[in-house]
């Protein structure tokens, strides 16, 4: 049966492709829950105010594959964002991508030896990582007024010292972007629209707790880097096929 080369050097190339995607070095950033909690969420309900977030708490990161792999606690660590405009009910668009209309971490990692220490110069305002997201909207409302806060895609940089503690390059792409049931956020309004965690005396919403994880990628690299050097990939091994340079061969 006769086979020709450019099939087996296709799906080299395929399997190469799919082989850059996977296996990167995570890192798992925990959202204090229970006592430990803490945070606002606000909307002014005017149907073009942006969602804000601020002082959610970020108890610890866990590196898998990384140099330095395992759970580190995080000094003072508190999440703040700004989306953007609305989209639909309970939805709300991208920020520009510049503080404050973006997600940000701040805080230390807690140095292996020495418990409430900030590692490598760090202090309690050092931003450990910032991004971009592409979208964030309330899910499942219950009828007590809780939903769950999911952010779409966070794409972004970590601080340098912690990229250099895990071992990673600084740039990351999330796997899982604060999303799913442990996310909680309790205390919003029933209607959609409505304001909620804003003006006098209206309760703030704490944050319950969950996780987002984020893969590291190579500085400077995007999904279209890789589509770039795939298309450049076939464009040789075509140009090859056609002069002649690859044969078929039987099997």
Sequence with gaps: MQRRMWIVLLS????????????????EWTIASGSAAGGTYSYDGTGTGDLYGSGIVVSSVEGTGTSNDGSITILDGLLS????????????????????????????????????????????????????????GVANLTSFGAGELQFGTLSGTLDTTVAAYFGIPSGFVSLNP????????N??????????????????????GGEFTLAAVPEDWSLSSTLGIFAFGL???????????IKAVVF
């Design 178 to 185: 604060l999303s799913g049931d442990d996310n909680s956020v």
């Design 235 to 245: 464009a040789v091994f075509g140009v090859a096929r056609r002069f002649g340079l």
């Design 187 to 208: 205390g919003l309004p029933l209607v959609a629209g409505s304001a909620f965690g804003v003006g006098g005396g209206t309760p703030t919403v704490s944050s319950q």
């Design 81 to 136: 964002f700004q989306s953007g405009a609305p989209t639909g009910p309970w939805a709300w668009g991208p920020g520009n991508g510049v503080a404050p209309d973006s997600l940000t971490v701040t805080g230390c990692i807690e140095t292996a030896q020495n418990s409430g220490i900030c590692i490598g110069g760090e202090t309690t305002s050092t931003v450990l990582l910032q991004d971009e997201f592409t979208s964030v």
């Design 12 to 27: 080299g190339l395929v399997t190469a492709f799919c082989a850059f995607g996977g296996g990167d070095p995570t890192t």
